[in-house]
């Protein structure tokens, strides 16, 4: 899936400002906003937001290949004069479309920092990290990685592996480290392309806390292998030194 990075950041505005996307005509009550939900259930299709809000889909999404369990990343749109949405609104019923599926895996704990687990480099997460948009929480236990790689053809030949290493947790500090490694069958990969990854991290936090006396992290660091030439995946084009992508680990509770 080949995607604009202006896309990432109408998501990184929905996500963290809670910002909707209106028509530019003042009178259109058309509502539009682009998020992250859960398919809990079809026939309607409803996708469950974090937070709680469903979103009733009132168009077919029979093609799409959903099911209940599944993550998709999608805009849905309603009109605001014929449905009042406050605060205390549990479903808006809406027209939805699908950005992307997205693949729930878990961060796993390999040594060496999960070096096996890469064949090529990544061109960088999300809108880099220097920027507001690096990775986002789904929940208190689930992270969403916007991957920006090179492809050629076929997105499902790319995976992306999420580990932690317990050399790492040996050494008791308040920083959570996960390393995001890139594994490619593709033969020549060439253009550009993003892709959202939601991993669980119960596993990684879990031994976090066994490692420092049940605390959870004050932050957490994803690191990623990327390349110095944006027309190259080999390896040897590699940074000197992994980038490090740094989010504030906000729960708390």
């Not at 009550?29 to 889909?57: K, R, Y």
């Not at 790319?158 to 290493?165: A, E, G, S």
Request: charged share 25%; aromatic share 10%.
């Amino acid at each position: 899936m080949k995607m604009a990075k202006f896309k990432i950041w109408m998501v990184a505005l929905t996500l963290i400002m809670g910002a909707s996307l209106t028509s530019c005509v003042e009178t259109d009550p058309t509502v539009t906003q682009v998020t992250f939900g859960q398919v809990t259930s079809f026939m309607p299709t409803v996708i469950t937001i974090p937070g709680g809000l469903q979103i009733t889909a009132v168009n077919s999404l029979a093609d799409k290949d959903l099911y209940p369990g599944d993550y998709v990343y999608f805009q849905y749109s309603y009109n605001s004069d014929e449905q009042k949405v406050d605060e205390n609104t549990k479903n808006i019923n809406a027209t939805v479309i699908i950005g992307e599926k997205i693949t729930n895996s878990y961060a796993i704990e390999a040594e060496n920092k999960g070096e096996e687990y890469e064949n090529v480099t990544m061109l960088q997460i999300g809108n880099g990290p220097e920027s507001n948009l690096r990775f986002m929480y789904y929940d208190k236990s689930k992270i969403i990685v916007p991957v920006i790689f090179l492809a050629e053809k076929e997105i499902s030949k790319h995976t992306f592996t999420l580990v932690y290493d317990q050399a790492d947790l040996e050494e008791r500090s308040e920083e959570l480290k996960l390393y995001l490694r890139h594994n490619s069958s593709e033969e020549d990969s060439k253009s550009q392309a993003t892709s959202y990854k939601l991993f669980s991290i119960d596993n990684a936090l879990s031994e976090f806390a066994n490692a420092n006396n049940g605390k959870k992290p004050e932050k957490i660091t994803i690191y990623a292998n990327e390349t110095k030439n944006f027309n190259s995946d080999d390896l040897k084009d590699k940074k000197d030194e992994l980038t490090a992508y740094t989010v504030e680990y906000i729960y708390k509770d």
